[in-house]
Nanobody, 120 residues
Framework: QVEVVESGGGLVHPGGSLRLSCVAF????????MGWYRQAPGKQRELVAI???????TYADSAKGRFTISRDNAKNTVFLQMNSLKPEDTAVYYC??????????????WGQGTQATVSS
């Protein structure tokens, strides 16, 4: 059994910053890709950023230059530093992880999401 838990959301003014965290724990041998997605009201869930175990990153165009994804492999944790936030960044942010379980299977898990609201 694996659980994925996000934290760090909240309410911030335009131009402000938030740092999201996500930790995976349970029957984990290794974690491959870790990523952040978001879903705004009335819209489909979309990729924000993803990072490989080796640290290679990919960003959505909307996140480039403002958001930074990083991870701590020893702690099975991924972070998303969000700067220069805009109202259109308002969404529920979800963590997604590809886990190699102790049984040797590749499994994908989502967290429950954390709300980030950018408003004056």
């Amino acid at each position: 059994q694996v659980e994925v838990v996000e934290s760090g959301g909240g309410l911030v003014h335009p131009g402000g910053s938030l740092r999201l965290s996500c930790v995976a724990f349970g029957s984990i041998l290794n974690i491959a890709n870790m990523g952040w997605y978001r879903q705004a009201p009335g819209k489909q869930r979309e990729l924000v950023a993803i990072i490989t175990r080796g640290g290679i990153t990919t960003y959505a165009d909307s996140a480039k230059g403002r958001f930074t994804i990083s991870r701590d492999n020893a702690k099975n944790t991924v972070f998303l530093q969000m700067n220069s936030l805009k109202p259109e960044d308002t969404a529920v942010y979800y963590c997604n992880v590809d886990i190699i379980s102790r049984a040797g299977t590749l499994e994908n898990y989502w967290g429950q999401g954390t709300q980030a609201t950018v408003s004056s």
